[in-house]
């Protein structure tokens, strides 16, 4: 069993940048994938950015060049870095591990809200 925790989520005026991360309970060296949704109130859950067990990450068109997803194997960490933030960013974020054919994990979540 995998637990994910979330934190960095918070204030930001547009422009701004924001360090998520998502600290796993156990190992994430197994996980294929991790990565990170967000829900916006009102809004259906979207994919933000998936990044594989090699470390090969894909975006949505909605944020591509300006948030990078990462991953620290040895920490069990995977970072959201978000730059050139917009008031469409605003979001609760979700962190997300899965296995191949396994149901996946997902975390509590953490509030981003950015002003204009």
Do not use: H
Request: glycine share 12%; aromatic share 10%; charged share 15%.
């Amino acid at each position: 069993q995998v637990q994910l925790v979330e934190s960095g989520g918070g204030l930001v005026q547009a422009g701004g940048s924001l360090r998520l991360s998502c600290a796993a309970s156990g190992s994430i060296f197994s996980m294929d994938f991790m990565g990170w949704y967000r829900q916006a109130p009102g809004k259906k859950r979207e994919l933000v950015g998936i990044i594989t067990s090699s470390g090969s990450p894909t975006y949505a068109d909605s944020v591509k060049g300006r948030f990078t997803i990462s991953r620290d194997n040895a920490k069990n960490t995977v970072y959201l870095q978000m730059n050139s933030l917009k008031p469409e960013d605003t979001a609760v974020y979700l962190c997300y591990a899965q296995m191949i054919g396994r149901n996946p994990y997902w975390g509590q979540g953490t509030q981003v809200t950015v002003s204009s």
